[in-house]
């Protein structure tokens, strides 16, 4: 993608009598950005503005002892660690499952409110890189709970967490009797696909409704703590936009046709948590570099693997387009943070 540079919003905003360029650089830690920005310059600049409901107060005296644990201990409390960071209760706190079946390191699950440990995947990461990546899957996790508490969504999320998860477990029970007739084949995704129906056919399911139960009372204890989030405000429509893909996720899992990696690592959801690792990454480390920096070149380094894909770039184009059209006062209101 040719990266040609675009003075639209500064132009907009020089206009506006309350900008200020010179303090506009001083926000972003003297960047000394000129007025004519790149598509690269204002993608950063709007993750760097969004970056500010990803802040949170880090306990660096708990940080330093979770840092003398280590294997499963070390996860279990780095759980715990970002559990009482980001001000959740115990009750809505989800398992860990050790040598997951995963092609990565780690991930999160929202079916079964787990999150899921590739113990080979990890043995080599540095004790730092290890608690930046369950950053990253622990705001899967705030996500998941959002997608809960979410009032316009309310009637839907239950029933589809609660099929996947009875899906699931189905097919593990056929998975585990497959194992005795080693010389069948065993075709996972069309088996997990006749789970699913199944279970959406069969509303009245004991063990469905067992797994709704469990979700609705998770929910209940997420929105005692948290309140519903409301219908029509920005966090509801960002919450309905991630829960949507997650249902495209489930048709189209990741990893089972060639673009469908890319289109995850376009999803609001994988914004969400690449944004959030990176501010944890920057809070932790003492980089002097700033957040805005370094999200510029990360950016960066994601187009450049994108530009042999064609549907990332088409989404990346649309998104840095939308970042064009967006609303001066989001700049604005930018300058005024303290």
């Avoid at 249902?247 to 999803?267: C, D, I, M, T």
């Avoid at 187009?303 to 006062?329: F, G, P, R, Y």
């Amino acid at each position: 993608m040719r990266l040609e540079p675009c003075n639209t919003i500064i132009n907009n905003l020089v206009k506006n009598k309350s900008f200020n360029l010179k303090n506009f650089n001083r926000k972003i830690q003297n960047q000394n950005l000129s007025k004519k920005l790149t598509y690269i310059d204002i993608m950063a600049l709007h993750q760097y503005i969004d970056s500010k409901r990803m802040m949170a107060n880090i306990d660096m005296n708990a940080l330093q002892k979770l840092y003398k644990n280590q294997g499963r201990d070390f996860i279990s409390k780095a759980v715990s660690f970002f559990m009482n960071t980001y001000k959740y209760p115990s009750v809505l706190k989800p398992c860990i499952c050790y040598n997951a079946k995963i092609n990565a390191p780690m991930a999160f699950s929202p079916a079964n409110n787990a999150l899921c440990i590739n113990e080979n995947e990890i043995a080599d990461l540095e004790i730092e890189e290890l608690l930046v990546g369950l950053r990253h899957e622990f705001k899967h996790f705030e996500n998941f709970v959002n997608i809960l508490r979410c009032a316009k969504l309310r009637l839907q999320v239950v029933k589809f967490y609660a099929t996947q998860s009875a899906a699931e477990d189905k097919l593990n029970e056929l998975y585990r009797e497959h194992k005795s007739k080693p010389n069948e084949k065993f075709e996972a995704l069309d088996k997990y696909w006749d789970c699913l129906n199944y279970y959406n056919e069969h509303p009245d399911d004991e063990k469905l409704k067992e797994k709704i139960k469990i979700f609705e009372k998770y929910r209940q204890a997420a929105v005692k703590k948290f309140g519903w989030i409301k219908f029509d405000t920005e966090e509801s429509m960002r919450v309905e936009k991630i829960f949507i893909e997650q249902k495209k996720q489930v048709l189209n899992p990741v990893g089972l046709e060639k673009h469908s990696f890319w289109r995850y690592q376009a999803s609001y959801d994988e914004y969400d948590a690449f944004l959030a690792q990176k501010v944890f990454e920057n809070q932790i480390t003492g980089n002097k570099d700033c957040l805005f920096s370094i999200l510029k070149k990360s950016n960066q380094n994601l187009l450049n693997a994108a530009t042999t894909n064609t549907i990332l770039c088409k989404k990346l184009t649309k998104e840095l387009k939308q970042a064009l059209k967006s609303d001066d006062e989001l700049l604005i209101s930018f300058l005024n943070y303290d």
